[in-house]
């Protein structure tokens, strides 16, 4: 189940768009967009089964210098690979929408990863248009779909993977993929656009009926190992810790110095009564009573006397 | 002035040296936690009453408890939980002193003492082809100077020595593994005949010798028409079953080695008979029962082996086996149901007309019908035999019955809880007052006299125990209302006997119970069971009147195709409100976020065909369901493929008759797990009613990291297929763990890792924006905890606080699954030395409360983590702001403080799960863990910042009070005179 709301800030959201289209401008495919893979399997680890990669590369120019040092590498084995993409409006079936291609790469100990993912993309037919108009209209889903093995396509299943068909329109339609893989399986596809699409999704027709395609593989992670300590840096950190944090004498002894505190101010004032009580009570009486007047002063008086 | 300060230190002093309860004394046990200790359904019981002190019972469940009980009072006297596929076969007592169990399918053969439940020895009887068990314990029989124990299982004879199970002789007497259905073992004779069905057509008798195991005499007979299963056996050399059809009886005779079969149609005893009869297992002197149309029909072998009818009961009748009477009689009990009251009867074997005992006993009609019964002779005080009976009834509960009365009973229903949901209690109202008029006020000070005597430390151990006593008995814990802090509630839990009980968390006495009509066995529900409970109805805004109302939800068989069933129950009155079905199948129960104007919760039920149906079914819920149509998402997880599916409402289903409540589904994505390399074992959600207090985590360097929260995470984990096995069966090499988080609408991958050499168990618990899971290191040998947690980068930019003051920040634009989320993962991995059975989180009200982690320990009991150790970003040396922020110095293992087990001493035998309920009070959560036994207590992860501790002495409070303002007034007293003597001096 899924949560929406109903504002956004169209500030964000533009300058979102806007970052988008100034990445992209330069390409001058209406439909194809290129996505390579860096090559940083020469530093992949032996032994490890998929070395890291999530490298969405977005420039045309990259490649030659990559493609010559994994040839110096001798990966002979490499051998291109095709697979397909299909779509669907709806609920209606899968045609054909454009085709991916990479090169398979084998390694030393067997396993097979893909890199260098490239994919080209079907223009829209006036039906497929229509239809898009429809599920636009409908706020329906766009599907699409791609073989879960790409040696032995379609594999044991379809990868589906679908999203709401007003989140891709922008400028053109603008689709991301992000395809997870396991050697040379397909495990997941993330389809979706690059921006956000906030729940009540605005109807709004393409200008150009064009996809602009940002493809990214991604493998497994390896799980960080866990810390193994040696005595010596366990030792090492027992001593870091050891001497205690050293706190002032008012934060160590504020409860007993604050009583102590009252009590020597009482004392004071006590003292202070004591001094001045001989010379202070008349005039406090004065001005206490001062109302009664002279009179009583003059009792006070006799009455020392 | 002076002297209110110093009668001001005093109090200070006084109240300093109070001791703040931070964790539990010893004498706080038990003052807010109970504990129940069970056994489950009975399946065998031996009594032990002969020249015994103690009389007891001996009874194995099918929780796989042996225990011996006090036949006076129902208690325990002492029990052992074996392992959850260590299944009791059989159990005995060998030399009257020694509690025989066989298990394992009969591998496994134990003894125990009988007094205090030692185990004694333990023999593993090891065999090739399984089959089904058996242990028989002959009365006079010595090999040599040992006593023995006939054993068969996995298709072998045994004869093992009762006193130190030392195997004497073994002997193989089928290789296919055939199933024996009794041995005997005539008295004073060297000859054990065995009699085994090979298949469902051979008969074997088989005659061994007792001393050496020697095969004297094997004879075999095939039956072409085939058995159906079990022998009755009438006496020594004839049994009888039925072919494979159910309608014809066939008495085989195999005496002395001669087996042959005589065939009787059933329609003869029974003129109405049609469809199949079923031998019922009874031990019985000269007759057997068979179920023929739906009543029971008890048929006498007569001496030239005719067959004839003895009486027909109804079907909810149960038999005992026979017993031997001093006499050398036979005698069997027998238990019918009646309307609200069972009937025993106690008859002898040989004499069917006359009784020897009828007694009729008002029983429960909660209790439904009596499953199972035994049968035990005593001696009365005019010598005459008197006759005590153990019943097992439908809900699990045990009864102890004698002299037409009910001596004690067991719920034993409870071991077997399957799911738990916690409901409110009624709000005390103005006109009902449910509390008890405080004694009388002398009591009230002199109660509260001894608190103060006990904060004093000056109580005597009398005091201290009236005290103790006092606390126990408080009602306030009991109270039948809700309270302030939201302490008191309901547990209602469902059994697998498919009874719901309410408990009162303040004791954890039942409030009421229910067998529910729709889980118990019925014409169109042949073996009924519960799956789960879901809160229906909790009314708490507008429609406080309404009572709220759990949802049951429950299948008719094992398979998922199997027919659902539906049952509403009022959570106050313990009444069925409604019911339905059975109807389609149930695979899946959603409870949607959205109710209606009675506050009943909307759920949608999924079937195997993936149409989804909507309740209530009323047209309001349908107009909210049809409204928030576009925003409903669910996935599913097929294990056996490794295949996830995400889905989505489409349209009302086809089907013949309109239903406007049933929709179909359509398929979002799929993920396709590659089959070579991954097997799923472990998908965990977050709880969908946990309340996240905060979105933002502010770190030691005034940095602010947003949590990823969304209710759509899946934790999934999967293992290479050979690391399914248990821990050991595969090399580090050959295995390792890939665990998942994977948003569920969209069926993005959020968080993809793998742990090389690991291998599951994987427990794993969810919340928040962090995931928690264990799992076993293969290359290190030691258990390992991991922690991922996961932030949302994209709203990284609100950092800016000039910006959050103009508002242009996005903290409150919505949240979509539909955009990409930009979230980084954190990661780390420490050693724990347990193995975990469970995992919980506990959960407050609001959220604000620091977590802990709940493990179900492999022993049994509840230990508390702080979240704070699995926090990824622990490291060796912490800066000192980090240290100030609460992060503990990284190690690689995480610490296992023995003050932080929450059942302190106590066990919860057979753990399988432990639920939290948040509390009102927000720094205290309701932990209730459930297995054999049952546990509750309450737990303040952060410790009861938000409220004084319960025997805070307000007594002491007042007098302090009273005493500062007397002393404040003497003390202004005395300053006025002291003034005034001032100004006459």
């Known amino acids: 189940m899924r949560t929406g709301y109903s504002s956004s800030l169209k500030f964000l959201f533009l300058s979102i768009l806007l970052g988008n289209i100034s990445l992209f401008i330069s390409n001058s495919f209406a439909f194809q967009s290129d996505e390579l893979l860096a090559d940083d399997e020469e530093f992949g680890i032996e032994g490890g089964r998929s070395p890291d990669a999530a490298f969405p590369t977005r420039t045309v120019s990259s490649p030659p210098s990559i493609r010559k040092r994994s040839s110096d590498l001798g990966s002979d084995l490499d051998s291109k690979i095709q697979f397909p993409l299909e779509h669907a409006f709806g609920d209606s079936d899968f045609a054909p929408a454009g085709s991916f291609s990479a090169r398979l790469k084998t390694w030393s100990h067997g396993g097979q990863t893909l890199t260098k993912l490239r994919f080209s993309r079907n223009g829209l037919s006036e039906t497929e248009k229509e239809n898009f108009k429809k599920l636009l209209e409908g706020d329906d889903f766009y599907r699409i779909r791609v073989p879960s093995n790409v040696l032995s396509p379609p594999g044991r299943e379809y990868i589906i993977s679908s999203v709401k068909a007003r989140c891709l329109p922008r400028d053109g339609l603008d689709e991301h993929f992000m395809i997870h893989m396991e050697g040379v399986n397909i495990l997941a596809v993330n389809y979706g656009s690059p921006g956000s699409c906030p729940y009540p999704r605005q109807f709004k027709i393409p200008a150009k009926w064009s996809f602009k395609s940002h493809t990214v593989l991604k493998n497994s992670e390896q799980a960080p190992r866990t810390p193994v300590f040696t005595e010596e840096v366990v030792g ?70 | 002035m002076n002297m209110a300060i110093r009668v001001f230190l005093l109090v200070l002093i006084i109240f300093s040296s109070i001791c703040p309860a931070l964790c539990i004394y010893e004498d706080q046990v038990g003052h807010m936690d109970w504990h129940q200790q069970y056994i489950g359904k009975v399946k065998h019981a031996v009594f032990h009453t002969q020249k015994a002190a103690r009389k007891r019972v001996i009874v194995s469940t099918e929780e796989n408890v042996v225990a011996s009980l006090d036949l006076r009072r129902g208690e325990i006297f002492w029990r052992h939980v074996l392992g959850p596929n ?146 009755s056996f009438i006496t020594s ?95 069997f009990g027998l238990v019918q149901q009646g309307d609200g009251e069972i009937i025993l009867t106690v008859k002898r074997g040989d004499d069917w007309k006359s009784n020897l005992l009828q007694e009729t006993i008002q029983m429960d009609y909660q209790r439904g019908i009596a499953h199972k019964v035994f049968v035990n002779t005593y001696a009365r005080t005019d010598r005459s035999n008197g006759f005590r009976v153990l019943i097992v009834m439908e809900d699990h509960s045990l009864f102890l019955l004698q002299q037409g009365e009910i001596v004690w009973s067991r719920e034993d229903g409870l071991a077997s809880v399957t799911d738990v949901i ?194 209530p079914r009323t047209t309001e819920a349908l107009d909210i369901f049809l409204r928030e149509l576009g925003n409903i998402y669910w996935y599913s997880a097929d294990v056996d493929k490794g295949i996830l599916k995400g889905h989505a409402v ?70 290479s297929p050979k690391a399914v096995g248990p821990t050991g069966s595969v090399t580090p090499e050959e295995s390792w763990l890939v665990v998942y988080v994977i948003d569920t609408v969209t069926g993005r991958i959020l968080h993809h890792m793998t742990h090389h050499g690991s291998q599951g168990p994987v427990q794993a618990v969810f919340s928040e924006n962090w995931v928690v899971y264990h799992y076993f290191n293969l290359k290190a040998h030691r258990y390992e905890m991991s922690v991922i947690e996961i932030y949302d980068q994209s709203r990284l930019d609100n950092k800016d606080i000039l910006k959050l003051l103009l508002g242009k920040h996005n903290l409150t634009s919505p949240i979509t699954a539909y955009s990409r989320p930009e979230v980084i993962t954190k990661s780390q991995s420490y050693f724990f030395t347990h193995s975990v059975k469970t995992l919980a989180v506990t959960s407050t009200a609001k959220g604000i409360t620091s977590k802990q982690l709940l493990l179900g320990t492999i022993g049994d009991q509840v230990l508390a983590l702080d979240k704070r150790f699995l926090d990824p970003r622990r490291t060796i040396n912490p800066t000192q702001a980090e240290k100030e922020e609460g992060i503990i110095p990284l190690t690689d293992s995480l610490p296992i403080i023995p003050q932080s087990y929450v059942t302190h001493a106590l066990k919860v035998e057979g753990l399988r799960g432990i639920t939290t309920v948040p509390a009102k009070l927000e720094s205290t959560t309701l932990v209730f863990a459930y297995g054999v036994d049952l546990f509750f207590t309450r737990l303040a992860p952060s410790r009861t910042y938000d409220s004084l501790t319960e025997d805070f002495s307000y007594a002491l409070l007042l007098i302090t009070i009273v005493g500062l303002v007397i002393a404040i007034f003497v003390t202004w007293v005395w300053s006025e005179k002291k003034e005034l003597q001032e100004k006459w001096r």
């Open chain 2, 86 to 231: 260590d299944v009791i076969d059989a159990i005995d007592i060998a030399l009257g002193k020694y509690v025989i169990t066989l298990s394992s399918g009969g591998t496994i053969l134990r003894s125990w003492n009988l007094p205090d439940g030692q185990m004694m020895w333990e023999s593993i009887l090891s065999g090739a082809t399984p089959s089904n068990s058996l242990l028989s314990i002959p009365a006079n029989l010595k090999i040599g100077k040992d006593d023995v124990v006939f054993v068969y299982g996995s298709g072998c004879l045994y004869a093992v020595a009762s006193i130190d199970g030392e195997v004497i002789w073994k002997k193989e007497l089928t290789s296919e593994g055939g199933n024996i259905q009794q041995l005997i073992y005539p008295d004073g004779t060297d000859i054990i005949y065995a009699v085994v069905l090979v298949g469902l057509a051979q008969f074997d008798a088989y005659q061994i010798n007792v001393k050496t195991g020697e095969l004297l005499k094997h004879s075999s007979m095939v039956f072409p028409a085939g058995f159906s299963g079990d022998l």
């Open chain 2, 422 to 615: 916690a409901s409110e209690l009624p709000v005390e109202k103005d006109g009902v007052s449910v509390a008890k008029v405080e004694h009388n006020l002398f009591e009230w000070l002199k109660g509260h006299l001894l608190k103060l005597k006990g904060t004093l430390m000056i109580a005597t151990p009398d005091d201290i125990a009236a005290i103790q006593k006092m606390r126990l008995q408080s009602s306030e814990k009991s109270k039948m209302t809700r309270d302030h802090n939201g302490f008191r509630k309901l547990l209602i839990v469902l059994t697998r006997a498919g009874k719901l009980f309410a408990l009162h968390t303040g004791d954890g006495r039942i409030m009421w119970s229910l067998l529910l009509d729709s889980l118990r066995k019925s014409e169109t529900c042949q073996n009924p069971r519960g799956l789960s409970l879901h809160q229906w109805q909790d009314p708490h805004h507008h429609v406080l009147d309404e009572n709220p109302s759990v949802l049951v939800v429950g299948r008719c068989d094992h398979s998922t195709d199997s027919p659902g069933v539906l049952s509403i129950v009022d959570t106050y009155t313990g009444q069925e409100r409604n019911r339905m079905g059975p109807a389609h199948s149930i695979t899946r129960v959603i409870p949607l976020p959205f109710t209606d104007s009675v506050e009943q919760r909307l759920h949608l039920l999924l079937d195997v065909n993936l149409q989804a149906r909507l309740y």
């Open chain 1, 236 to 305: 090492e950190n027992a001593e870091g810790e050891l001497p205690p944090p050293e706190r002032s004498f008012w934060a160590k002894y504020w409860m007993y110095l604050i009583p102590l505190g009252l009590i020597v101010m009482n004392a004071i004032t006590q003292a202070m009564n004591m001094a001045e009580e001989p010379g202070n009570g008349q005039p406090g009486a004065q001005t206490q009573q001062a109302v009664a007047g002279a009179q009583r002063g003059q009792t006070a008086a006799v009455r020392r006397r």
């Open chain 2, 650 to 719: 489409q349209k009302n289903c086809i089907l013949e008759i309109a239903d406007s409540y049933c929709f179909n589904t359509r398929d979002l994505w799929s993920i396709v797990l590659p089959s070579e390399s991954e097997k799923i074992i472990a998908t965990v959600t977050r709880d969908l009613n946990e309340a996240v207090h905060t979105q933002a985590k502010v770190t030691s360097d005034q940095e602010v990291m947003y949590k990823y929260i969304s209710k759509n995470l899946l934790f999934l984990a999967t293992v």
């Open chain 2, 237 to 331: 050399d004839i049994a009888v079953t039925l072919d494979t059809t159910g309608s014809v009886l066939v008495a085989v005779h195999f005496q002395g080695g001669a087996i042959s079969f005589h065939q009787t149609h059933v329609s003869e005893l029974d003129r109405d008979f049609s469809g199949a009869a079923v031998m019922l297992p009874t031990k019985l002197p000269g007759m057997f029962a068979l179920e023929i149309n739906k009543s029971i029909v008890f048929i006498k072998v007569t001496n030239e082996g005719k067959l004839e009818v003895v009486d027909t009961f109804g079907r909810s009748t149960a038999v005992t086996e026979s017993l031997y009477l001093s006499e050398g009689q036979q005698a």
